[in-house]
Each structure stands twice: as structure tokens, then as C-alpha cells.
């Protein structure tokens, strides 16, 4: 088999990365209808944000003793029943938008509890990986995980603005939905089950908790980045609050909004597949450069968007900062995992999921506050100003000088509930 599939040698890692291609085209169709659907119906950017505040909001709760549980139990296990209760839920959603009696407190309710679902679940899909593959494979595998999960992030949006425009927001939670199926039974199929280690039961979660996070603040390789990456996304990531918006000033509608999205994820499935090349070589000095051109790009997107450019120019520009944006994500995710000791990994995954899926809520507020005062651009200028004055800090006192060993794309936990568990590896006996 081809170096760059090695980890399809695998037979746990083949079966999940085939159910998931469905599930992750889904999930961004439901991100696009929901963000839409929401606009429509309020017109305002902070009810916008909301959603974002309710989808990841639980981040910041339930994200660290998620990674306890993920070290504790079997993370199959955990994976399994989180995916169950993410398709009902969404299943819920698709009837009642279908029967055209949807109101606004259930999509809320709903985004809730698939945040809730999500919390839990991310630290297990992050640390799934290893079980699923090994760690001969590790490298490919996240690199396969991340083509895969931006190429979805340019199919789904795309038929998601299409279906928008000229049948409605029903069929893409319906699509959704079933999409689950495959992923339920995918996951009961795998040999590898993620069971915690040896010892998980013999000491309490409370302290579990703390071990991981004392590991990662004596652990500047692994704090600095965390750190960054927070602030970062924060203030710079907010496109599930700006495109929609971004798309009603220029006057392109629901097609224009899938178009877009689709644009961001072309560039971030390029980054991927640039640092799964070109890793290496970045280092430490790409984790630093990354975020200034990403915080330029942005600027740019602000720029047009402010003297209403034609999409033809802007998705260009939205291309690029998709490029710029996934490489820094990928970058600091993979150096983060791969500095972190088995033991530990689950619950030092949740305390990196934690940060930057809490920056989600609190950066969506940001933005739909920032966009209700100045503008849909003077929001998206700002974001780009705060990411560029963070990279040049990060600069300025060396905050990626931390070795970054085999650098390949990680899979970023972008604001979209990832129905399936991205295989981390597993066992090598599966194949």
C-alpha cells in the first residue's frame, strides 16, 4: 500500500473513515441550514451567535471531565452512545422544521444538546486515533482524517446552499440524520475499543483532572500553543456568525452563504494537505507565520466585503484564510498531540478541546455584538487585527519554539458536530 494510505492497512481505520465521509458532509449541511434558518427567521446577528453559544457553550462545562471519562472508559464506548443520542436529536429537528412548526427555543434546545453530546464525545474522538491505528500510523492517519474532514467542509456547504435556495432547510436535517445510521453501525463493527488504561479505575477523576492539568502548566511546549490558539480563535474564527451575515450584505442569499463556507473549506483542506507535505519543514517557524498571514487574509475578507467586491472576488480572498486558518490549526493540534504521554492523553486533549471550543461561544458573542455596533465588516477587520497582534506576541517571545515532531494536520475541532469519530488508530492487529 502507498506510504501516504498506510494507515488504510488497517481495518478499523478503513471502516471508520468510509462511514464518516457521509456523517461529516452532513453535519456541515446541518451547520449551514441551522445558522440560516436561525438568520431568517430573527435577522440579527447576536440571536446568530446564540446558537453558537448553546452548540459549544457546554464545551467549557463538560470539557475536562470528558477527558476524564475518555481515559476512564472505553472510548468506543463512549463514542457510540454520544453518536446515538447526536442522530436522535437531530432526527428530532429534521421533523419538526419538515412539518414547517419549528420555533425558535427548539433549535436552541437542540444545538444544546448536541453541545452537550459533543463535549462529551470530542476528548474520546481525539484520543480514538491511537487505539484505531497505532502509533506507527498515527501520522498518516491524522493527515487522512483531515483531507477527509475539509474535503466535507467543501461538498457539504455547497449542496447545503443549493438545497437552501431552492427546497429549504428540512432536507439537509434529514440528510443528516440518516447520516448517523451508518456511523452507529460502523462503530459497532470496530475490534479496537479504546479501553482506558490498566490503572484508570484506581484512582479518583478529581485527581485524574488535576494530574492532566498540571502536566499541562508545567509543560510550556504544550501551554504556549494552547494558550495562542484560544485567543486566536476567540477573536478570529467567528465564520459561522460572519459568512451568513457576510452573504446578506453582498446580497448573494442562501447560494452565495453555501459558497462561502465552501470557499473556507477548499483553503483549509489545502492547508491540510500542505502541512501533511510540508509539515517538517514548517516546525515551529509555520506556527508562528501561520497566524499573521491568517490574520492578514482576514483584514483582506474585511476589505472587500466593506466596498461590496463581487463574490467572484471574495471567495478568492475567503479561500486564502481558509489556507491560512487550517494550517495554524493543524499545526498547533498535531504539535500538541504529539507531545502528549498515552496516560494523559485524553484529559490533556479535553483541556486543549476545552479552551478552544469554549473560544467558540465566547467569540460568537464577540462577533454578533461587534456586527450589531460596526458592521459585518468592521467585526471581521477586527477579528483579523486581534489574530495578527497575537502572532506578532507569539513572535516576539518565542511561544511555538517547542519541538514539533512529525508535524501532519490534526483534525481541528471546527465549530460543526462531527457525527462520526474521526479514527485516531488502533491496534495494528486489524487489519
Known amino acids: 500500500m502507498p506510504h501516504g494510505l498506510a494507515a488504510f492497512r488497517h481495518r478499523d481505520y478503513r471502516i471508520l473513515w468510509s462511514v464518516q465521509a457521509g456523517s461529516l458532509t452532513g453535519n456541515w449541511m446541518q451547520a449551514l441550514a441551522q445558522s440560516w434558518l436561525v438568520l431568517t427567521m430573527t435577522n440579527s446577528p447576536v440571536q446568530l451567535a446564540l446558537i453558537n453559544v448553546c452548540q459549544f457553550g457546554p ?3 463538560f470539557g475536562l471531565p470528558a477527558g476524564v471519562i475518555a481515559d476512564r472508559y472505553s472510548k468506543r464506548g463512549v ?15 429534521a421533523v419538526v422544521v419538515a412539518l414547517g412548526s419549528v420555533q ?7 444545538a444544546l ?9 470530542n476528548p474520546a474522538r481525539q484520543a480514538y486515533v491511537v487505539d484505531v491505528v497505532g502509533k506507527d500510523d498515527l501520522v498518516n492517519a491524522v493527515a487522512l482524517n483531515s483531507a477527509l474532514f475539509n474535503a466535507s467542509r467543501v461538498v457539504g456547504p455547497a449542496i447545503a446552499g443549493v438545497l437552501l435556495a431552492q427546497v429549504g432547510a428540512a432536507l439537509c436535517f434529514v440528510i443528516n440524520a440518516v447520516a448517523y445510521l451508518p456511523v452507529v453501525i460502523g462503530l459497532t463493527l470496530l475490534r479496537a475499543r479504546g ?5 484508570a479505575g484506581d484512582v479518583s477523576p478529581w485527581r485524574r483532572l488535576r494530574e492532566g492539568l498540571a502536566y499541562v502548566r508545567r509543560t510550556p511546549e504544550i501551554l504556549r500553543p494552547i494558550v495562542m490558539i484560544g485567543v486566536i480563535g476567540t477573536f478570529g474564527m467567528n465564520f459561522s456568525v460572519w459568512m451568513p451575515l457576510l452573504a446578506v450584505q453582498l446580497g448573494t442569499g442562501a447560494e452565495g452563504f453555501g459558497w462561502l463556507m465552501s470557499a473556507l473549506g477548499v483553503g483549509s483542506l489545502i492547508g491540510a494537505l500542505g502541512v501533511a507535505f510540508f509539515g517538517r519543514t514548517l516546525g515551529g517557524r509555520g506556527l508562528l507565520l501561520a497566524p499573521v498571514v491568517f490574520g ?4 483582506g475578507l474585511a476589505v472587500l466585503a466593506g466596498i461590496r467586491g463581487p463574490l467572484m472576488f471574495v471567495l478568492p480572498v475567503a479561500t486564502l484564510a481558509g489556507v491560512a486558518m487550517s494550517t495554524t490549526l493543524s499545526l498547533t493540534t498535531t504539535t500538541i498531540q504529539s507531545l502528549i504521554p498515552n496516560a494523559l492523553r485524553g484529559r490533556v486533549s479535553s483541556i486543549f478541546m476545552t479552551v478552544f471550543m469554549g473560544s467558540v461561544p465566547l467569540g460568537a458573542l464577540i462577533a454578533g455584538v461587534t456586527s450589531s455596533l ?5 467585526s471581521i477587520a477586527f477579528g483579523g487585527a486581534v489574530v495578527l497582534l497575537v502572532a506578532v506576541i507569539a513572535m516576539a517571545f518565542g511561544f511555538a519554539r517547542a519541538r514539533a515532531p512529525d508535524l501532519v494536520p490534526a483534525l481541528p475541532p471546527i465549530p460543526v458536530q462531527v457525527g462520526s469519530a474521526p479514527p485516531r488508530a488502533g491496534a495494528r492487529g486489524n487489519d
Open 374 to 378: 460596526v458592521g459585518t465588516t468592521g
Open 195 to 199: 479501553n482506558p488504561e490498566p490503572d
Open 59 to 61: 464545551s467549557l462545562i
Open 296 to 299: 492578514l487574509f482576514e483584514i
Open 113 to 121: 444538546g448536541l453541545g452537550i453530546v459533543g463535549a462529551i464525545s
Open 104 to 110: 425558535l427555543w427548539q433549535i436552541y434546545a437542540t
Open 79 to 93: 463514542l457510540l452512545a454520544t453518536q446515538a443520542v447526536s442522530g436522535l436529536l437531530t432526527a428530532l429537528l
